[in-house]
């Protein structure tokens, strides 16, 4: 599938759903603008909403790092076994270079080889003093589709799915998640009532 | 349907020849007299079959449908990537706008917009950028906070008490801590 194919199937998404409270956006945010000329980087796919709320309202610099299509990828291609090393060569910035990482759901998507991985070049790559945003699902393993989280306003996200090639498989406890992100200090975990968790962390100053 | 009409066309009207000027042969068209008219009222365009390779300059707005690498350079006017345009090249303009398919950074000094069926592999620099539903874009985008001159007010920084604050007041019933 072309990244153009892909991109289609990305905006074959369903209506949005109704925007749904965000425990930790709010502080995510303020944490992202206190510091100068900051740089972000998002996991998800490129949402031209979030693109102008943080590059005009907040004023930062995105990197978008779809990881979500690269997973789908390697899910068609059947080569997830290789997905470590894609991740291994996706964050080619050097460390300590961003100030912030908006991981919405990836993780849930992750085998442990690959989390760990990917844990490990966000924590590189992040700045002290840095927050990372991830959300965490309480269940629905088999479920086939990718979710595309559309900021609102600092403390309400909308989200709408698409289909996609890798199920999310990897339901993750509370300790699993503190250990993935060993180093960082935890600021928040919210479950919302949707059974959504959302882990705020920060790079130690 | 509230779309504007072009304006009518003015009729051509043939100069008189000057003395001594040769008449044009009947089958002859003369493009010299109509090529001046032409580039004042037709957008520039380079076409599906054109490659480029190398620099492109220029002080009007141009179309590209065709496939250009290297580097597009139109500092105070718009670029518009048509959706057969297939560009590999460092691109600077005011505008551009993309349909079709990028590889490359864009910076701009107003906007830059990709469309439904445009596609972007590079870094985006512009004060302003639209991305469309369903568009391609793998990247950085930096939207130059600093130098824009009339930007929307940026967000006042939110205290942790104050964020603490307003997730009580407003969500608390949908919320559980754990």
Known sequence: ?205 | MWKREDPPRPPVVTPTPEPFAQAPSPGRVDHTREEPRLMREEPTSIGKSIVISGEVRGSEDLTIEGRVEGKIDLRDHVLTIGTNGRITAQVCAKSIVVLGHVTGNLVATDKVEIRESGSVEGDVVAPRVALADGSHFRGSIDMQRKEMPGAPEAMPAVSEPAAEMRLNAGVTDELVRV
């Open chain 1, 1 to 205: 599938m072309t990244d153009r194919q892909e991109s289609a199937r990305v905006s074959e998404v369903a209506p949005l759903e109704p925007g749904v409270p965000s425990a930790t956006l709010a502080q995510f945010l303020s944490l992202l603008f206190a510091r100068a000329s900051a740089e972000l980087i998002d996991l998800g796919p490129a949402v031209g909403a979030n693109i102008a709320f943080l590059g005009e309202r907040i004023g930062c610099k995105i990197h978008v790092v779809d990881l979500y299509a690269d997973l789908d990828h390697h899910a068609r291609h059947d080569a997830l076994a290789q997905f470590p090393d894609c991740v291994e060569q996706r964050f080619a910035l050097p460390d300590e270079s961003v100030d912030a990482v908006l991981c919405w759901d990836v993780f849930d998507f992750l085998d442990p080889p690959a989390a760990g991985v990917l844990a490990r070049q966000l924590k590189r790559v992040l700045r002290r003093g840095g927050p990372v945003l991830g959300l965490f699902s309480g269940g629905g393993q088999d479920e086939q589709y990718y979710a595309k989280y559309v900021i609102e306003d600092e403390t309400r996200l909308r989200r709408s799915f698409y289909p996609g090639a890798c199920p999310r498989g990897h339901v993750r406890q509370n300790r699993e998640i503190n250990a993935l992100f060993t180093g960082l200090e935890l600021i928040g975990s919210v479950l919302l009532k949707s059974g959504v968790r959302e882990v705020l962390f920060r790079k130690p100053i």
